[in-house]
């Protein structure tokens, strides 16, 4: 085991992620909860997504939510997008950083955006050229990296295909999610040894949903197993469409406080990403399964 990182950069993404599968909420409200976000001191917000609003109508403000964002300064702001045309959009707003998702297997891949993962894996060089040409970095996220709900296990070598593919397109990083939510802790550990050799310099971050409960577990493996870049949404805040039913991503305020009383940095404030999480939790009009929006911290002021 490799010794614990003394910092480790988390990504919110309540925004994108958290909001994709709920009804749209106006600009306004996702304003207020950007707010709050920004004052915990993340310095990395998943702002939104350059996809179709017909079939993802809770990110059709997304050009005019990337205008709100100069007023946010000092944050690095990135936006998923499933094709090279959602990549010029993209670039055309102006964010810094753009996520382009790469499903593991064809089951998965055809049903969340209608092409197998080969013809997936063939658009980064594209994407690439894109955001490059506009000094914008691009993130390969590979989707189902565990499992997929419809092929069942994920293979391991295709998604070290996948980093290989995504290294020699000049990606600037690369990102394995638990998309459904069924890793554990060890095979999250033997799935970083596999995909490492093929990184080569790149970054590698981690996303996990908490569907089976094992999200913090999981995330604290990838962390013990030297991964320094971890995405989470404030109050746990979204799902899977192919999930249903099923909880969201791993709460912030809760890895906040599994990272800092384990001696991690992460520059985020606990006391106010659980307020960031009141503020989701009210904007989307229902409980979010955060645990210590419930609880709060074990310290009582």
Same mark, same amino acid.
């Given at each position: 085991?490799?010794?614990?990182?003394?910092?480790?950069?988390?990504?919110?993404?309540?925004?994108?992620?958290?909001l994709?599968?709920?009804?749209?909420?106006?600009?306004?409200?996702?304003l207020?909860?950007?707010?709050?976000?920004?004052a915990?001191?993340?310095?990395e917000?998943?702002?939104?997504?350059?996809?179709?609003?017909?079939?993802?109508?809770?990110?059709?403000?997304a050009?005019?939510?990337? !205008?709100?964002?100069?007023?946010f300064?000092?944050?690095?702001?990135?936006?998923?997008?499933?094709?090279?045309n959602?990549?010029?959009?993209?670039?055309a707003?102006?964010?810094?950083?753009?996520?382009?998702?790469?499903?593991?297997?064809?089951?998965?891949?055809?049903?969340?955006?209608?092409?197998?993962?080969?013809e997936a894996?063939?658009?980064i060089?594209?994407?690439?050229?894109?955001?490059?040409?506009?000094?914008?970095?691009v993130?390969?996220?590979?989707?189902?990296?565990?499992?997929?709900?419809?092929?069942?296990p994920?293979? !391991?070598?295709?998604?070290?295909?996948?980093?290989?593919?995504? #290294?020699?397109?000049?990606?600037?990083?690369?990102?394995?999610?638990?998309?459904?939510?069924t890793?554990?802790?060890?095979?999250?550990?033997?799935?970083?040894e596999?995909?490492?050799?093929?990184l080569?310099?790149l970054?590698?971050?981690?996303?996990?949903h908490?569907?089976?409960?094992?999200?913090?577990a999981?995330?604290?493996?990838?962390?013990?197993?030297?991964?320094? #870049?971890?995405d989470?949404?404030?109050?746990?805040?979204?799902?899977?469409?192919?999930?249903?039913?099923?909880?969201?991503?791993? !709460?912030?305020?809760?890895?906040?406080?599994?990272?800092?009383?384990?001696?991690?940095?992460?520059?985020?404030?606990?006391?106010?990403?659980?307020?960031?999480? /009141?503020?989701?939790?009210? !904007?989307?009009g229902?409980?979010?399964?955060?645990?210590?929006? /419930?609880?709060?911290?074990?310290?009582?002021?």
């Open positions: 085991m490799n010794p614990l990182p003394e910092r480790v950069t988390i990504r919110e993404v309540a925004l994108r992620d958290g994709q599968n709920e009804a749209p909420i106006p600009l306004a409200a996702k207020e909860v950007l707010s709050a976000i920004v915990t001191g993340v310095t917000i998943e702002a939104t997504a350059f996809v179709s609003p017909t079939k993802v109508p809770a990110m059709a403000d050009a005019d939510l990337a !205008a709100e964002l100069r007023h300064p000092g944050i690095t702001f990135s936006a998923l997008v499933a094709s090279p959602g990549a010029r959009r993209a670039v707003a102006g964010l810094q950083t753009v996520q382009f998702v790469v499903a593991a297997t064809d089951e998965f891949s055809k049903a969340n955006v209608g092409r197998s993962s080969a894996t063939g658009q060089a594209e994407i690439v050229a894109i955001a490059h040409d506009a000094d914008v970095t993130e390969v996220i590979i989707a189902t990296a565990w499992d997929c709900p419809f092929a069942g994920t293979s !391991a070598d295709r998604v070290v295909e996948i980093v290989e593919a995504a #290294r020699h397109s000049g990606v600037d990083r690369i990102a394995i999610a638990d998309t459904i939510g890793a554990t802790p060890r095979r999250v550990t033997d799935l970083i596999r995909v490492r050799p093929a080569g310099p970054p590698l971050g981690a996303h996990f908490n569907t089976r409960g094992v999200g913090l999981s995330a604290y493996a990838a962390v013990s197993a030297g991964v320094t #870049r971890l989470s949404s404030a109050g746990g805040l979204g799902g899977c469409p192919f999930a249903p039913g099923a909880t969201g991503n791993i !709460a912030t305020e809760d890895l906040v406080y599994l990272l800092g009383d384990s001696g991690i940095d992460t520059g985020i404030s606990l006391a106010a990403a659980i307020e960031a999480a /009141r503020v989701a939790q009210q !904007a989307v229902h409980d979010l399964p955060s645990a210590l929006l /419930r609880a709060g911290d074990r310290i009582r002021k």
